[in-house]
């Protein structure tokens, strides 16, 4: 009996003190600061963060050493990973959570190809069952992984102003999966109520609908029309290059998405 008690409590210290020295690990990540050459890059890449009010940079410091260490970034068509394309997707996907507690514990891998690619669709209706090539600039897997095309990806992180970010918008489904499911509602923050949040959200999304169905001009992307997952993706993009844009025409949606990620990038300049 001794024996299987001192066994039991080696094993039990063991653990805890796997998970001690994870949490340290963890800290020490998120307490450090970039390197200046580092910022640098992520200044240039990521012109939207120039605009970051400077008490957050040093949480998104450390949020993006989080994410380094975690995520393995593939080139795939032959692309090499430059130091470059880590930076700038790290920087966009700790964004969306550095004011958050809420991590994507479970996403370890980034795919990046040189340009658009194609994927396989799959849909089943009733019995039927049928698969389709498209074309893509991005995609977000349940857990990962986020697949990415870089070119597109540069050009929507420079252009910091036309509301259209495909890593925003990936990560955006990274952080609405956390939930246990990609359906347009993430975990919300505290305070936050999901009554609230679901009659802002299918409202704007029934109107936004009715816009485009009828050829009107809208703030929001017109793909957010596809689905209530596809409507929170592109509001988040909206979100954080043309927040007064998204302030003025849906302030419900915006006053929603600020309590979501505890940030308020109106009025960042």
């Avoid at 066994?7 to 039990?12: A, D, K, P």
């Avoid at 669709?121 to 349940?142: A, F, H, N, P």
């Amino acid at each position: 009996m001794l024996i299987f008690f001192s066994v039991l409590l080696l094993i039990v210290g063991f653990f805890a003190y796997r998970h001690w020295s994870k949490t340290q690990a963890r800290n020490a990540l998120l307490a450090a600061p970039l390197t200046k050459h580092q910022r640098r890059i992520i200044d240039a890449q990521v012109p939207l963060l120039r605009r970051l009010p400077v008490g957050l940079r040093d949480k998104l410091d450390g949020k993006i050493n989080l994410f380094l260490d975690q995520v393995q970034f593939h080139g795939c068509d032959g692309l090499d990973v430059t130091e470059e394309m880590k930076l700038a997707i790290a920087a966009q996907a700790s964004l969306l959570l550095v004011n958050r507690d809420i991590w994507y514990d479970n996403l370890t891998t980034i795919l990046i190809y040189p340009n658009a690619f194609k994927s396989r669709q799959r849909r089943q209706d009733g019995y039927v069952i049928s698969e389709k090539e498209i074309v893509r600039t991005g995609e977000s897997w349940d857990r990962g992984p986020v697949i990415l095309s870089w070119r597109h990806s540069q050009q929507g992180a420079l252009d910091d102003r036309d509301g259209q970010n495909v890593v925003l918008h990936e990560f955006a489904h990274q952080v609405d999966d956390l939930s246990g499911g990609t359906n347009g509602v993430p975990i919300l923050s505290d305070g936050q109520s999901f009554a609230e949040w679901e009659r802002v959200f299918l409202t704007a999304y029934d109107t936004h609908v009715h816009a485009v169905e009828h050829g009107r001009p809208t703030v929001i992307d017109p793909y957010g029309a596809t689905g209530h997952e596809e409507f929170f993706a592109v509001s988040v993009e909206v979100f954080f290059e043309r927040p007064k844009a998204l302030k003025a025409d849906a302030p419900e949606v915006y006053d929603q998405l600020s309590k979501l990620f505890q940030l308020n990038p109106a009025d960042w300049e």
